[in-house]
């Protein structure tokens, strides 16, 4: 189930393609995030036309833990966060932003900010060395 799975949110991913097990650097596993990030945002949202608040929190419930189990078989070497944003599109502006106390040299994150005619959707993803 988790290969088919796995296939389904990040088709360009193989398992070859994946770092080891012995990466400890989370900036090594940034492009992978990246390409995993928006395939998971479309699997959910991709045929959603219109935004629906009471479907919101069920959303991104779906993305975060998509994201989660995706960059946890990508590398199970880190402690991962994932926050999820989606708002309705209506012109108004939308800025996140983080402030972290880790060590550079392990330790990182992505964003990745999603947008359809209806809605935007910004993912956070942290990684922290274990």
């Known amino acids: 189930r988790r290969s088919a799975h796995f296939r389904l ?7 070859q393609s994946m770092p080891r097990e012995d990466i ?4 090594k596993l940034k492009e ?17 036309p219109a935004y629906h608040a009471k479907q919101v929190d069920e959303w991104g ?22 926050n999820t944003s989606i708002m309705e599109k209506r012109g108004a502006g939308l800025h996140t932003s983080s402030a972290v106390f880790w060590d550079p040299e392990t ?9 359809s005619k209806a809605m ?5 993803a942290f990684g922290v060395g274990l």
Do not use: M
Request: charged content about 20%; proline content about 3%; glycine content about 8%.
């Open 32 to 48: 992978e995030v990246n390409i995993c990030i928006p395939q998971c945002i479309e699997r959910i949202l991709g045929k959603v």
């Open 24 to 27: 400890t650097e989370f900036s």
């Open 61 to 82: 419930d779906a993305i975060g833990q998509a994201v989660l189990e995706k960059i946890q078989e990508i590398s199970g070497n880190f402690k991962y966060i994932v």
């Open 120 to 124: 935007v959707c910004v993912v956070q």
């Open 107 to 115: 330790d990182g994150a992505v964003s990745y900010r999603w947008e």
């Open 9 to 15: 949110c990040c088709p360009g991913l193989t398992r």
